[in-house]
């Protein structure tokens, strides 16, 4: 006669206790460390060491900084004055110290008549906050048209008005932008309305979605506005005429025509 059965169960293996991983790296960028690409063309110096503990978090401390280099936008190539990168803990949130500018010619005698303009950014990586400024100190809107289009607003074409809504935008539309920017650039523009909306008919987030509205009031019935994405092709330019407190006619055209009848009804 043969039994069949299972033989004892093997002992289980006592599991070794886990040593938890450390990292601690110091890293020294030298004298000829080169970074190309969205838009920087800069040589970095500066050190830092990295920190980490098990599954924790990673902490940085040191500094970063560019010894020289410039910053592309908008056509522009923007000099990178200074530009500080300080770690202190939390790897991904560095405080920031940028001063981009557009230089004049060499040579150039600075005055009302020739300005140097640039952007500054201070605050921390998750939290920017940026302003313009100029040497000469001019107006907001001033800055911004010598640091775009290089040279003041007086005899601003349509066209550029169109670039400098979208700099505007772009530059300081975000979070922890300059207070007031918009209002003080449209009424230097002789506008109504001048601000920035995410594009409802996509899903995406930020700039590639965003689109810059400049309005303007003609009459106490009649709004004219137009619309330009920032960084796509797409336009409108939409005509909302009141006919009454309640029925609004909305004709707009351009990347897409239509005709719409709007109908307003309040109750409490």
């Given amino acids: 006669m043969i ?24 890293a020294d960028l030298g004298d000829d460390f080169h970074l190309r690409g969205l838009g920087i063309d800069a040589y970095l ?14 902490r940085v401390n040191g500094t970063i900084r560019v ?8 056509g522009q190539k923007l000099t990178i004055d200074r530009g500080v990168l300080t770690f202190n803990g939390r790897y991904d949130n560095p405080s920031l110290d940028v001063l981009a500018v557009r230089k ?16 500054q950014v201070r605050g921390t990586a998750q939290s920017p906050q940026a302003r313009l400024v100029s040497t000469p100190t001019v ?22 008005k169109d670039v400098l809504s979208a700099a505007a935008g772009a530059l300081l ?7 007031g920017i918009t209002t003080k650039l449209a009424n230097s523009l002789g506008v109504d309305e001048l601000g920035l909306a995410q594009n409802r008919n996509g899903d995406a987030e930020g700039l590639a979605n965003t689109v810059v509205t400049v309005g303007k009031r003609i009459s106490s019935r009649a709004y004219l506005s137009f619309e330009q994405g920032a960084t796509t092709a797409s336009s409108l330019v939409r005509l909302r005429y009141k006919l009454n407190p309640r029925w609004t006619l909305q004709f707009q055209t351009g990347t897409n025509t239509a005709l719409d009848v709007l109908y307003a009804w309040a109750f409490d």
């Avoid at 206790?17 to 450390?22: N, Q």
């Avoid at 004049?104 to 952007?119: D, I, K, M, R």
């Fill in 3 to 26: 039994v069949l059965g299972r033989g004892a169960p093997a002992p289980a293996q006592k599991k070794e206790a886990e040593v938890p991983l450390s990292v601690n790296l110091a």
């Fill in 104 to 119: 004049q010619p060499e040579g150039t005698q600075l005055s009302e008549t020739n300005v140097e303009a640039g952007v």
């Fill in 139 to 160: 107006p907001d809107s001033e800055k911004l048209s010598w640091l775009v289009l290089g040279h003041g607003m007086e005899g601003t074409s349509g066209n550029e």
């Fill in 67 to 74: 010894a020289s280099g410039t910053y592309a936008a908008y």
């Fill in 45 to 58: 110096a500066g050190s830092v060491r990295l920190r980490m503990v098990g599954t924790g978090d990673p």
């Fill in 173 to 179: 539309g975000g979070k922890g932008g300059t207070g």
